[in-house]
């Protein structure tokens, strides 16, 4: 097999591949012998059949497979012997002239074709220690632990039903059956029999809860609500809709003590306790709102002190994601570019920017977990399957089984916690100092998520 290099420009490659007509040939046998034991054939012994006679009958079909092997080969020698690493799948090009074609598929012709493809691009890490980090950290106040305490105390709060023909009040309890109409035609989801619903708690469309203020179990009232512009549904935003509404019963809430009796409702044997687990639960949130600042701060430092070429394929690739989103989202909402202030092509320059940046960072985090050896075990993959699949009620065997027969999706599990333990390699290393900061500031949304 003889290569040779036609190509290197940047990070973009192309090598000619031929393979001699005779090395065709022995390759070709090589398969018909192996396969002389397997076929059975009318009128000869297993084993017996002369290769001339399988090359007759199987030869151009095998071939398909010899010149697979070829491909495969050429390309293992060629990135072995220049130390090249592909940043994606090559291209393959073969002659188109017929004659040409019939030769090599006779093993009469020399095998010609042409492999193109990029490369990864080459760069020094350096040390990480020159990177400087600020990690917000904010102190959980007292009165957010009661504010929680109290949220769930009103979500568990029990109601007690009203007298007989005492008319429901706000923060009152109803159970409703329902029906939603555009026009004279029912909708899909404008359904519901025994929904609860408390009055005041804004849980249904603006406008319906405060319609049956004043009604009393037994009551049949009409509601007339007109949905948000923005609601989720695009066939009812905008849209006036009527719904026949039964109130089957009205109750009051009763009130609720947050004691250890209470705090016995969850499993804990003292209100210390639960007061105990639900700081835990709020300083949980605290810690993901720092940590995702930080981490934000570490891929803007590392964007800025990285600057490469970068492969177009991968650029391209990414951006064609993103772009598919933003045109998915823009039809879902009946949104236009013009609405959000900027042109199309202004809008594709700006992704593009991002799309440069993911691959950009995407190729130095891999880059240092491979030189840090950072390596994600099959329990740590299994555990995250694990927690998406308890999203799924019901449903966890058939989670479970596609991604045991999806390579890409278990691919797609393992990607972000290798990231986060790359990123943790790299934050040891570098000089983070904590800022005392308040709520409002740890909590404030990033100035470009989508650039993140």
Do not use: C
């Amino acid at each position: 097999m003889q290569t040779t290099e036609t190509l290197s420009q940047g990070l973009k490659r192309e090598y000619q591949v031929v393979l001699a007509a005779a090395e065709l040939a022995v390759k070709l046998d090589s398969q018909l012998a192996g396969l002389k034991d397997k076929v059975r054939i009318n009128g000869f012994r297993p084993g017996k059949v002369p290769l001339g006679h399988l090359k007759r009958l199987y030869g151009k079909s095998i071939m398909g497979d010899v010149v697979q092997e070829a491909v495969n080969e050429a390309q293992q020698q060629i990135l072995g012997e220049n130390k090249l690493r592909l940043a994606g799948q090559p291209k393959i090009d073969f002659p188109e002239d017929r004659d040409e074609i019939e030769k090599v598929l006779e093993a009469s012709g020399d095998l010609k074709f042409s492999l193109s493809f990029e490369v990864l691009p080459s760069f020094e890490l350096g040390a990480f220690d020159e990177i400087e980090l600020e990690r917000l950290v904010a102190e959980v106040p007292d009165a957010e632990v009661q504010q929680s305490l109290d949220q769930l105390a009103e979500r568990n709060r029990p109601y007690e039903a009203r007298e007989e023909g005492a008319a429901a009040q706000s923060g009152d309890r109803l159970t409703i059956d329902f029906v939603g109409r555009l026009g004279d035609e029912e909708f899909e989801g404008g359904k519901g029999e025994g929904v609860d619903l408390v009055l005041g708690s804004g849980s249904f469309i603006p406008g319906f809860e405060a319609q049956l203020e004043g009604a009393i179990a037994g009551e049949a009232r009409k509601v007339t609500v007109t949905f948000p512009a923005d609601y989720q549904a695009p066939n009812l935003a905008g849209k006036e809709a009527t719904f026949d509404v039964t109130v089957k019963a009205v109750a009051a809430p009763a009130t609720v003590a947050i004691d250890d009796a209470f705090a016995k409702n969850f499993g804990l044997d003292s209100l210390e306790k639960l007061r105990e687990a639900v700081l835990a639960r709020v300083k949980a949130d605290y810690d993901r709102a720092s940590r995702e600042k930080l981490k934000r701060a570490l891929l803007d430092a590392l964007d800025r002190k990285y600057a490469f070429e970068l492969p177009e394929d991968m650029v391209e690739q990414e951006f064609g994601g993103i772009w598919k989103q933003v045109e998915a989202e823009l039809k879902s909402t009946g949104k236009t570019f013009a609405d959000s202030g900027e042109t199309e092509e202004e809008q594709r320059v700006e992704y593009r920017r991002i799309s440069e940046r993911r691959v950009r960072l995407g190729l130095v985090v891999a880059e240092i977990g491979e030189k840090a050896g950072v390596k994600v075990g099959d329990d740590e993959v299994g555990r995250a399957v694990a927690e998406r699949a308890r999203q799924f009620p019901g449903q966890e065997k058939l989670f479970w089984d596609y991604y045991q027969k999806n390579p890409q999706a278990l691919a797609e599990i393992r990607a972000p916690l290798f990231e986060e333990k790359v990123v943790d390699h790299i934050i040891r290393l570098a000089r983070v100092t904590d800022k005392t900061v308040s709520k409002e500031e740890l909590f404030k949304p990033l100035d470009d998520e989508k650039s993140a």
